[in-house]
């Protein structure tokens, strides 16, 4: 089977924490949860340019200081290979400035690693906060 690959981008504050984005509760996948920002690698893309293009449609922003967390590899109960390269970044903007530009889902927020752990989230993308929250802890 084909693997669908995936680019996640975590926005971090000078606070070390992350901002999330709130689904809608018509979303098709994970309806009301909350999640990483990103989308799909599109044909030809590099993780890194998919990156680019889905903070600029989803938020208005262009990514500064990219860098690579880790590339998270799931198999899906039907079998689908999801590949996910998730990146880190500081977080150049208000949230209130990003709140009037976010384009997709409910909204967002900013939490910390110990909010996050009350959060309706995926448990993949749980995993790929943990790893977040230790490259930010190594930072600090």
Known sequence: MKTKKNVLFALISKEGKV????KTDDYAFHPNGWAIFGGAIEKGETPEQA???????ELGIELT???FVKQFD??????QNLQFFVF?????????????????????????E????TLDLLRRHREMLKEIFKQVARVK
């Open 65 to 67: 200081e990219l860098k």
């Open 114 to 117: 110990k909010e996050i752990e």
């Open 19 to 22: 901002l999330l984005q709130h």
């Open 88 to 112: 880190q970044t500081p977080l150049r903007h208000s949230v209130e400035q990003l709140k009037r530009q976010l384009t997709e889902g409910a909204g967002l927020a900013l939490f910390n």
């Open 74 to 79: 799931f198999v899906e109960a039907n079998q």
């Open 51 to 57: 990156a680019h293009r889905e903070a600029k449609e």
